[in-house]
């Protein structure tokens, strides 16, 4: 847009149970040479999942229905990713077998990108995901690479969405009526996920200081009875 050229990396290491929903998810966005540390981690509770996150050095809390606190982590369930790769994919290659890994090449049609991209959350960190399907008219098919042990086992998928995000943001710049000169090129919306430890993790501890963290919905909740009263 307008020749300016920006740059974000975001790395993260995860830890999920899906039965019950847990969760801990910790987060580095580098900027330049700007970096953003944060925290976020889901716990099942009687009245839904709390969202416990940290920025800046504060912890705030929420309460979530279980479907909107997947939802709202979703970028970062890989084994899902890989599924939604795995069950839309085609042109299937091979590309080599080495220590018991095993590496594929596929594409994601362009039929079917619209359901891959918004069952994975894959435009999630840009902001793009939950738009309607029009949004992606003129998408192109979206190669990709898994890994799989030989038993199936998922190791990791690195997929490429520039393309994709950079048809869906003109497409939403263009509903706004904006100029030619101010659509945007999408060099690089790159995601390289791996998955370890599958199956395995049991607990996902909520630390201490969580604990304590302000739960503006409660709060607001209070004063509004507290008024009523």
């Not at 995860?14 to 910790?26: C, G, H």
């Not at 987060?27 to 969202?51: C, F, H, P, R």
């Not at 994975?120 to 029009?134: H, I, K, P, R, T």
């Not at 100029?179 to 060099?187: A, G, P, Q």
Request: with cysteine; hydrophobic share 40%.
């Amino acid at each position: 847009m307008g020749g300016e050229s920006e740059k974000t990396i975001t790395s993260a290491k995860v830890e999920m149970i899906y039965e019950p929903l847990a969760a801990m998810i910790k987060t580095q966005d580098l900027y330049g040479a700007n970096a953003l540390n944060s925290e976020t981690y889901l716990e099942k509770v009687d009245s839904g999942i709390n969202m416990y996150m940290l920025y800046d050095g504060h912890w705030t809390e929420m309460t979530l229905q279980d479907k909107n606190a997947r939802k709202s982590v979703g970028m970062y369930d890989a084994v899902k990713g890989m599924q939604m790769l795995l069950d839309y994919g085609g042109n299937w290659k091979q590309t080599s077998a080495k220590d018991g890994i095993v590496t594929i090449s596929g594409e994601v049609p362009a039929e079917m990108v619209y359901e891959v991209s918004e069952g994975g959350n894959f435009l999630q960190l840009a902001g793009m995901n939950g738009v309607g399907e029009s949004y992606y008219m003129g998408v192109e098919a979206v190669p990709f690479e898994v890994q799989l042990k030989e038993d199936g086992t998922p190791v990791l998928f690195s997929v490429d969405f520039a393309k994709t995000l950079e048809t869906v943001m003109n497409c939403v710049l263009q509903e706004l009526n904006a100029d030619e000169e101010n659509l945007i090129s999408v060099e690089k919306y790159y995601i390289k996920q791996t998955i370890s430890n599958f199956g395995e993790v049991k607990q996902i501890k909520i630390p201490v200081d969580a604990r304590s963290a302000i739960n503006y919905e409660k709060e607001i909740s209070l004063l509004e009875n507290s008024n009523v009263k």
